[in-house]
T-cell receptor, first 109, second 111 residues
């Protein structure tokens, strides 16, 4: 299975701090994607990083990918209360996206 | 705005009573997906349509069926819902197998 596994399962930080979430996967991939899900809602695509890319930025988001270690990280800088949500990594390889179990981020104002 | 719409947002059905969930999109994407997500779990892919080609995941129960009558619409049919089928059902679309755009989901309750 190429399912991503996020670490930690839950993270609680103060507003203004940085949040780092990690994702590990098992098989070769074409790309890795990060999604956010607010409670009881659909998922929102955050960023896609392809297998030949090592780092990507989007606003306050920074994603890294290390294909040799089969791992990725998502960094949210200067967190806000509105960033409170679950964050999922998802890998795309021989099959469509397979989601990890997610990291529940709580940002305390 | 281009979007993915799911109806209804909340669906209550009785044990064993067939139910249909619908999804429509204005993005003109060629791929449509159905996911099942139970509380505090990852979304689980049930099946997807790549254009008109139906792709069923190996572990999707036979109780779940799907129809895609045209590019814009896709339906999820649950023939005989059980208590274990209570979940959030998410529809998503993509252009080929790139980033996916999700609808708000339909929360299914089985009584």
């Amino acid at each position: 299975s190429q399912q991503g596994e996020e670490d930690p399962q839950a993270l609680s930080i103060q507003e203004g701090e940085n949040a780092t979430m990690n994702c590990s996967y098992k098989t070769s991939i074409n790309n890795l994607q990060w999604y956010r899900q607010n409670s009881g809602r659909g998922l929102v695509h955050l960023i896609l990083i392809r297998s030949n890319e090592r780092e990507k930025h989007s606003g306050r988001l920074r994603v890294t990918l290390d294909t040799s270690k089969k791992s990725s990280s998502l960094l949210i800088t200067a967190s806000r209360a509105a960033d409170t949500a679950s964050y999922f990594c998802a890998t795309e390889g021989n099959t469509p996206l397979v989601f990890g179990k997610g990291t529940r981020l709580s940002v305390i104002a | 705005d281009a979007m993915v719409i799911q109806n209804p947002r909340y669906q209550v059905t009785q044990f064993g009573k067939p139910v249909t969930l619908s999804c429509s999109q204005t993005l003109n994407h060629n791929v449509m997906y159905w996911y099942q997500q139970k509380s505090s779990q990852a979304p689980k892919l049930l099946f997807h349509y790549y254009d008109k080609d139906f792709n069923n995941e190996a572990d999707t129960p036979d109780n779940f069926q799907s129809r895609r009558p045209n590019t814009s619409f896709c339906f999820l049919d649950i023939r005989s819902p059980g208590l274990g089928d209570a979940a959030m059902y998410l529809c998503a679309t993509s252009l080929y197998l790139d980033e996916q755009f999700f609808g708000p989901g339909t929360r299914l309750t089985v009584l």
